[in-house]
């Protein structure tokens, strides 16, 4: 079963004459494992489309199933449980508490659902090891760099091991270096942990460690690429399309 399933979404934004259509009848599907990433120009509803798949609005018309469920069949209560049960989030700008650790910080989703704080810590600990920070555990977010600070927030949304991570542009407010360990290590954590990723990036060096990328174009889905594992190529066939959009 598709871990994700769109069927014509819409979504409109204001009434009558200053009514805009960010989404238009968007159909897809997002399956177990795989690493689909969303490109498209500014303003053409990419950040719409994970809102909605992430339960943080709803839909004007069609649906989006996560995991079997229909959000919008789900009350205010119920929506925020599956996203803090179902949904992980990593931001551009990380959204770390300062005061926090990184421990405390990965920890923290799950103490919020009601798990007691020595075994969040270790389930933490055990994401935060596998993004490669077991050097880092007692370290504030002012003392880790910009890559290190990303994977805090990482591990903070993979260790509720939910069904879907959505990431908007994760690597935007890092330089190019870090850009591709984060984009590597997210290809990792799909290959090795088969975590179902649905990424928005600007970036075609980034989205060519994708799967398949869609683009979207005025709020419909234009195009479609499935990547043959080669970055540095597929990167260069993700610019001549974007180019053409």
Not at 42 to 49: I, N, W
Not at 82 to 96: M, Y
Not at 178 to 185: H, K, Q, S, T, Y
Request: hydrophobic letters at 40%; one cysteine or more; charged letters at 25%.
């Amino acid at each position: 079963m598709s871990i994700v399933m769109i069927d014509k979404l819409t979504k409109i934004y204001g009434h009558g004459e200053t009514a805009i259509t960010a989404l238009r009848e968007i159909s897809l599907h997002i399956e177990p494992g795989e690493l689909v990433a969303v490109m498209g120009p500014s303003g053409c509803g990419k950040s719409t489309l994970l809102h909605l798949i992430g339960g943080l609005d709803r839909p004007t018309s069609g649906r989006v199933l996560l995991d079997g469920q229909d959000l919008a069949a789900l009350d205010d209560n119920h929506l925020t449980e599956i996203r803090r049960r179902k949904v992980g989030f990593v931001f551009q700008f990380f959204n770390l508490i300062p005061v926090l650790t990184a421990l405390e910080n990965a920890a923290l989703p799950l103490m919020l659902d009601g798990i007691k704080p020595a075994e969040a810590k270790q389930r933490a600990q055990e994401w935060l090891e596998r993004v490669g920070l077991v050097d880092r555990l007692e370290h504030r977010p002012d003392q880790l760099s910009g890559g290190q600070q990303q994977r805090v927030a990482m591990a903070r949304a993979l260790s509720t091991e939910p069904a879907l991570i959505l990431a908007d542009e994760p690597t935007g407010n890092l330089d190019s270096r870090a850009g591709d360990e984060i984009a590597n290590l997210l290809r990792q954590i799909s290959d090795q942990w088969e975590q179902t990723i649905l990424m928005v990036t600007h970036d075609p060096r980034i989205a060519a460690y994708a799967d398949r990328i869609v683009f979207l174009k005025d709020g419909t889905i234009v195009d479609e690429a499935h990547l043959s594992g080669d970055v540095s190529r597929s990167t260069a066939g993700v610019m001549e399309r974007m180019e053409g959009l």
